[in-house]
């Protein structure tokens, strides 16, 4: 396989994302319903769907059993680009065995993320797309469901997570060679996965804004390299792939450990939710990869030799630096 055809079809892949997220990128932003158990029967309820202001929000609600009563008043606030209701149910019986549905969700483009905290400490978590808008609250899960629905999130995560998947590609057209790729990955896995668990048990705490807004300028960064390696150059990224990796994939990490918090983790088993989620995120990463590999595959059988590779990679390299740049303006004026 040429070296020529390899760059121009990851290039392909890059443009096909940047376009599809000119104006934001990692979006993780699903309604959020938090049902949190206080005694046998009474529950408190957090809702929270995207908003464009405090009167106009998503016309999405959760459909609770038809046993369940409300204790307190709801009460509203909006923040972030959320609307936020918090109350208080009492379902005679408790909630396990019986349904949540979400009306007009099969209406939408987003999902829901439902998380149930019971008395003993364990928690069911779930992602409801709009294909399927409801699920049945189930008794304490063992420790191969925990696992099962945060590799789930992992690999949701980073598939949606285009930010991160344009900088590990970038890297992948400018690194020559199987073993140094394999060596540039596997520093970038290792930075990501300490930073991420230190972030998530609240030893490092690093506001968001500022996260997001480096994660945009590595973006940059890498799209320079590309260009620098198109004139001649040896830069940073071309010649110690694996250190350039690693630093920006403690940010990353970071990165990761936001879309977690939106989560949160069963307070019975946060090693195995962490180190699963972290496994997602890797499979995610894998799968996205192996996708592209197998473009290239087809393509080059198709239509080797009618590319212009030089041109293409030039192309792709200023549109991920013009896209990034714009996510690193959108996340200052975020501050």
């Given amino acids: ?3 020529t055809v390899i760059r121009f079809l990851l290039s392909l892949c890059l443009l096909l994302l940047a376009g599809t997220v ?23 309820v957090l ?14 609600l959760p459909v609770l059993p038809p046993q369940a009563q409300d204790l307190t008043p709801r009460s509203s606030s909006y923040a972030s680009g959320a609307s936020v209701q918090r109350w208080q149910i009492k379902v005679p019986g408790g909630l396990e065995g019986k349904e949540i549905a979400f009306s007009n969700l099969s209406r939408t483009s987003i999902d829901v993320l439902l998380r149930y905290e019971r008395l003993d400490g364990t928690e069911q978590v779930v992602r409801l797309l709009p294909i399927r808008p409801s699920v049945m609250i189930v008794p304490s899960p063992g420790p191969l469901e925990v696992a099962r629905a945060y590799t789930i999130i992992g690999i949701e995560h980073i598939l949606q997570g285009v930010d991160h998947l344009l ?6 057209i400018i690194v020559t060679g199987t073993r140094r790729l394999l060596a540039t990955v596997t520093a970038f896995t290792l930075a990501h996965s ?17 996260v997001e807004a480096t994660i945009a300028l590595s973006i940059v960064f890498v799209a320079s390299e590309i260009l620098r390696m198109q004139r001649g150059q040896v830069g940073l990224a ?18 990761f450990a936001g879309a977690l918090s939106e989560v949160g983790l069963p307070q019975n088993a946060i090693p195995l939710a962490l180190l699963f ?21 087809v393509t080059q059988r198709l239509f080797a030799g009618r590319i212009n590779a030089v041109f293409a990679t030039r192309f792709a390299a200023y549109a991920i630096g ?9 996340r200052i004026a975020s501050f």
């Fill in 322 to 330: 013009i896209t990034a740049s714009y996510w690193v303006i959108e």
């Fill in 167 to 172: 900088f590990v590609l970038s890297l992948v």
């Fill in 238 to 255: 071309a010649s110690k792939p694996w250190l350039v990796a690693f630093a920006f994939g403690l940010l990353h990490g970071l990165g």
């Fill in 1 to 3: 396989m040429s070296r």
């Fill in 194 to 210: 300490i930073t991420l668990a230190l972030a998530t048990l609240g030893v490092i705490h690093v506001p968001s804004p500022p």
């Fill in 47 to 60: 809702w929270k769907v995207p908003a464009l202001d405090e009167q106009t929000n998503l016309k999405v």
């Fill in 277 to 297: 989620f972290n496994v997602g995120v890797e499979i995610g990463q894998i799968i996205f990869i192996a996708a592209v590999l197998s473009v290239i595959f």
């Fill in 22 to 44: 000119c104006a934001r990128a990692d979006q993780f932003n699903p309604a959020y319903l938090n049902l949190q158990q206080l005694s046998a029967d009474t529950y408190a």
